[in-house]
């Protein structure tokens, strides 16, 4: 398997404009979950999936943050309107559901600066 | 609820000499304990992972952890450092029943010096 497909892998845009990260997980796993990585705040759950139902969304820091996960292969996490305190390495990973403590595989990541 | 705390937010180290990476945890019962570390520029990856039995834990690149119940602590360890070990190291702590979520700690940062 090709592990945890993340794009893109860099991203920059101007404040204010629609960003889009896609990811497309491990097949066969269950869960998916999206992290933020910051200096000043390390590694942030935002959301994740189980069966591609979001089933814990508390740490999106917003209403211009949403994520969807259509199917089984493929998640997105959207900002609009993207500001520069969004700037972060964004990671998706993915899990199977065996009723708890499973590996969560990690995406390469994506960078994004937003100016 | 579960929390991990990484004292530690930079270690400096000289190739060849031992390194012991410290997290302490915060939880209701013994729960599953990881390692993974982060090479710059890249995801994290899994070193290795406790459920139950055995506490010393093997894991990859020459890595073990030990779980002590007692102190609540799941310390990272390696004999011998590479210079390849430069990196960013996170434990995390797993929910024991039902879902996936983890509880990652602040993260150590490795130097490896000649």
């Known amino acids: 398997d090709a592990g945890v497909i993340q794009s893109p892998r860099h991203e920059v845009t101007e404040m204010g404009q629609e960003v889009t990260l896609r990811c497309k997980p491990i097949s066969g796993h269950d869960y998916l979950f999206w992290y933020r990585q910051t200096m000043m705040r390390g590694l942030e759950l935002l959301i994740y999936?189980?069966?591609?139902?979001?089933?814990?969304d508390s740490g999106m820091p917003e209403d211009r943050f949403s994520a969807k996960m259509p199917n089984a292969s493929f998640s997105t996490l959207k900002i609009q309107p993207s500001e520069p305190r969004d700037s972060a390495v964004y990671f998706c990973a993915s899990s199977l559901d065996s009723g708890g403590g499973d590996t969560q595989y990690f995406g390469p990541g994506t960078r994004l600066t937003v100016l | 609820a579960q929390s991990v705390t990484q004292p530690d937010i930079h270690i400096t180290v000289s190739e060849g000499a031992s390194l012991e990476l410290r997290c302490n945890y915060s939880?209701?019962?013994?729960?599953?304990l990881f390692w993974y570390v982060q090479s710059p520029g890249q995801g994290l990856q899994l070193l290795l992972k406790?459920?139950?039995?055995?506490?010393l834990v093997q894991g990859i690149k020459g890595f073990e952890a030990e779980f002590k119940r007692s102190q609540s602590s799941f310390n990272l360890r390696k004999p011998s450092v590479h210079w390849s070990d430069a990196a960013e190291y996170f434990c995390?702590?797993?929910?024991?029943?039902?879902?996936?979520?983890?509880?990652f700690g602040t993260g150590t940062r490795l130097t490896i010096i000649p």
């Open positions: 939880y209701g019962a013994t729960p599953y």
């Open positions: 999936f189980n069966n591609n139902v979001p089933i814990d």
């Open positions: 406790y459920f139950s039995g055995d506490t």
């Open positions: 995390a702590v797993g929910d024991l029943f039902g879902n996936e979520k983890l509880t």
